[in-house]
T-cell receptor, first 113, second 114 residues
Framework: GESVGLHLPTLSVQEGDNSIINCAYSNSASDYFIWYKQESGKGPQFIIDIRSNMDKRQGQRVTVLLNKTVKHLSLQIAATQPGDSAVYFCAENKIGRNTPLVFGKGTRLSVIA | KAGVTQTPRYLIKTRGQQVTLSCSPISGHRSVSWYQQTPGQGLQFLFEYFSETQRNKGNFPGRFSGRQFSNSRSEMNVSTLELGDSALYLC?????????????FGPGTRLTVL
């Protein structure tokens, strides 16, 4: 697949358990954050976003937590399924500025059935 | 609605050659961004085009160039290829320019330089 070969930290999780993927962002001026999922052979796919005026946002089986004090994001996946196996990236940007997304290095999630 | 398409999906070139990659955005999307993905550097921004004009450029040498056509389709060109240019090149389209517009990625073009 296209994401094979990336030298990434790997998180292995048993099917049905919860997963927590962490990301440290670099720019304290960033106020908009996105989590992407990249499956083998595909481009990154939007999962969930959060603005800096929030510290938590929930989606379907996913929750993003934002700690601006330590510039830290986390993605929590509830009841992890084999289809969740992928590489996960966080990205940061600033609303209102025409600046490009800055991506983190990524974490590979491997779900053990 | 069809997603972002990129052609070709795979390319093998030799050092010194040049290559052109193509991206067709989602219908109605006017912004196209290009990224390079490598094992060592991850996803790095190359450039963004909106209304046929380059609006942002990443920190890449001048060998990397691009353009956007009136139908929003975009091409990127890499001249005088180097081994280090081997990467997955991703294109993303969005309705408009700016962080508030969700970017939709294509599957990428895998370029191998020998």
């Amino acid at each position: 697949g296209e994401s094979v070969g990336l030298h990434l930290p790997t998180l292995s999780v048993q099917e049905g358990d919860n997963s927590i993927i962490n990301c440290a962002y670099s720019n304290s001026a960033s106020d908009y954050f996105i989590w992407y999922k990249q499956e083998s052979g595909k481009g990154p796919q939007f999962i969930i976003d959060i603005r800096s005026n929030m510290d938590k946002r929930q989606g379907q089986r996913v929750t993003v937590l934002l700690n601006k004090t330590v510039k830290h994001l986390s993605l929590q996946i509830a009841a992890t399924q084999p289809g969740d196996s992928a590489v996960y990236f966080c990205a940061e940007n600033k609303i209102g500025r025409n600046t490009p997304l800055v991506f983190g290095k990524g974490t590979r999630l491997s779900v053990i059935a | 609605k069809a997603g972002v398409t990129q052609t070709p999906r795979y390319l093998i070139k030799t050092r010194g050659q040049q290559v052109t990659l193509s991206c067709s955005p989602i219908s109605g999307h006017r912004s196209v961004s290009w990224y390079q993905q490598t094992p060592g550097q991850g996803l790095q921004f190359l450039f963004e085009y909106f209304s046929e004009t380059q609006r942002n450029k990443g920190n890449f040498p001048g060998r990397f160039s691009g353009r956007q056509f009136s139908n929003s389709r975009s091409e990127m060109n890499v001249s005088t290829l180097e081994l280090g240019d081997s990467a997955l090149y991703l294109c993303a389209s969005s309705l408009g320019q700016g962080a508030q517009f969700e970017q939709f990625f294509g599957p990428g073009t895998r370029l191998t330089v020998l």
